[in-house]
Every structure is written in structure tokens, then in C-alpha cells.
């Protein structure tokens, strides 16, 4: 089942929309502020974020700029709710790497189309990328799979070779946004902005996707432990990445071997 959490302050529109999507067939987790949403996020890893702006003890753009930092909810669609809806404000969230934005009130129609737009959207990448993950194990790889990758994974956007160039260099390392940003010289705001702008993708998504192929190619072709190839690829936990692999391929990294 789809699961949606819901951050907003206000009880009234939190039920609201929690009764709206269960109605619909979701199952909605709900949080009543930005820091429990965030731990909320980390626990259940939802399919979709939705989140007010104003709220007590962290607003929307805290919460939104934690989760992006962490690579285990980088991916998360996430969809701003605010009564604010001025050019300056909806650019903000925006840039901040939100994925819709919707002003209130809205419809519970047109909560429910941006919900299935974006879930459509994620669902778009994560098939594009299970296609070229095949393709990077079915091309003439070397030992380290690094120059097929290369050609696959990382779309060619001239504007952004130093970054992918990076990513390519450190993905089996503890890295994400802001050691990207410093690589490149950017700000890790401006960076977002510029990457998902060009690719429709976040920074983690590309280090994501980059560790995945090595992943795949490792369990196909070597012996490696599972947490023996967690490790080389730069998981710092084990169920770190158990999770993002079931994020990505629906099934486990010894079920994937096994098939």
C-alpha cells in the first residue's frame, strides 16, 4: 500500500487529508509538527511527503531541507501546503528541491492530481532506471564497471560533468550534498537547483543510482557478501541499505542474486 505522510500543525486540515487519502486507498501517517515529521519520514520512509510551511518548532523548509540531506529520504517526492503563495515563496520551496507546491484551500481533487502526478513521476524514474541498470549488466563491463556506468547512468550534461565526475570518484565514500556542493564550488541550494533543473533529479539521487549499478554488477558477477558489497559501495549501516535496495528493485539483494 502507498504510504503518504501528512506534516501539518493545523488538527483540523491534518484530518482532513488524512481521511481524504485513506478514502482513496493510501495509508496516511500523520505528524503535527516538522520534527516529529521528520522522524516519522525515517521510520516508515513514505512514498510521498506532504508538508505545511508555518508550523511550530520547525517549518516546512527545515523539514524539507533535513530529508534532502539524508540519503535515505532524498528520493521522497515532497509537496509544500501553504497558504502562502506569493512568486518569491513558491520559488523558494522550489528551489529547495520541493516537488509541487499547492496553495490552500485546495480541492481534495487537486490534492489527490498532484499526488498522482508525482507518484506517476516516480514510478517513471525508477523504471527508466531499472532499464539501465540492465543495461549496465548486459554491456562489456570492466573489472569495476566504472566506464559502463559512466555511459549509463549519468545522463551527458556538459553543465554538470564536475559534479557526476565527483560522484564517479567518491560514491563509495560517505558523501552527499554538501560534499558535492564544496567539490564543484557551488552552494548545496543553488546546486539542487541546477541539477534538478537540467536532470529532473536530485544530487543523492545520482549517487544513489551510481551505487545501485555497482551493486547490481557485484552481486551478479562476484562473491561478495551482501554487507561485504554494501561496504565497498559506501553504506555506512547495513539497514541503510537493505532499505534503499528495496526502494529500488522491490525485493531483497539476495532474491535479486538469486533471480
Given at each position: 500500500m502507498t504510504k503518504i505522510l501528512v506534516i501539518e500543525d493545523e488538527t483540523e486540515s491534518r484530518d482532513i487529508f488524512l481521511d481524504s487519502l485513506e478514502a482513496e486507498g493510501f495509508e496516511a501517517i500523520a505528524a503535527e509538527n516538522g520534527l516529529v515529521g521528520i522522524q516519522q519520514a525515517q521510520e516508515h520512509l513514505p512514498d510521498l511527503v506532504l508538508c505545511d510551511i508555518m508550523m511550530p518548532e520547525l517549518d516546512g523548509y527545515g523539514v524539507l531541507n533535513t530529508l534532502r540531506q539524508n540519503p535515505l529520504t532524498a528520493t521522497i517526492p515532497f509537496i509544500f501546503l501553504s497558504a502562502k503563495s506569493s512568486k518569491t515563496e513558491v520559488r523558494q520551496g522550489m528551489k529547495l528541491g520541493a516537488d509541487d507546491y499547492l496553495t490552500k484551500p485546495s480541492t481534495v481533487e487537486e490534492l489527490l492530481e498532484a499526488i498522482a502526478t508525482r507518484l506517476e513521476k516516480q514510478a517513471t524514474v525508477r523504471n527508466w532506471y531499472t532499464a539501465q541498470s540492465q543495461s549496465v549488466e548486459t554491456s562489456n563491463i570492466t573489472d569495476t564497471g566504472?566506464?559502463?556506468?559512466?555511459?549509463?547512468?549519468?545522463?551527458?550534461?556538459?553543465?554538470?560533468?564536475?559534479?557526476?565526475?565527483?560522484?564517479?570518484?567518491?560514491?563509495?565514500?560517505?558523501?552527499?550534498?554538501?560534499?558535492?556542493?564544496?567539490?564543484?564550488?557551488?552552494?548545496?541550494?543553488?546546486?539542487?537547483?541546477?541539477?534538478?533543473?537540467?536532470?529532473?533529479?536530485?544530487?543523492?539521487?545520482?549517487?544513489?543510482?551510481?551505487?545501485?549499478?555497482?551493486?547490481?554488477?557485484?552481486?551478479?558477477?562476484?562473491?561478495?557478501s551482501v554487507n561485504q558489497i554494501a561496504e565497498a559501495v559506501g553504506y555506512q549501516t547495513e539497514g541503510h541499505f537493505f532499505r534503499q535496495f528495496r526502494q529500488y528493485h522491490g525485493t531483497t539483494p539476495q532474491a535479486w542474486r538469486e533471480a
Open positions: 566504472k566506464t559502463a556506468a559512466l555511459h549509463f547512468i549519468f545522463p551527458d550534461c556538459p553543465q554538470l560533468s564536475k559534479v557526476f565526475d565527483f560522484i564517479e570518484a567518491n560514491y563509495d565514500q560517505s558523501i552527499g550534498l554538501d560534499e558535492v556542493a564544496q567539490a564543484v564550488g557551488y552552494s548545496p541550494a543553488y546546486l539542487t537547483s541546477q541539477v534538478k533543473r537540467l536532470t529532473g533529479q536530485t544530487v543523492n539521487r545520482w549517487i544513489v543510482a551510481r551505487r545501485m549499478a555497482e551493486v547490481c554488477f557485484l552481486l551478479r558477477e562476484t562473491d561478495q
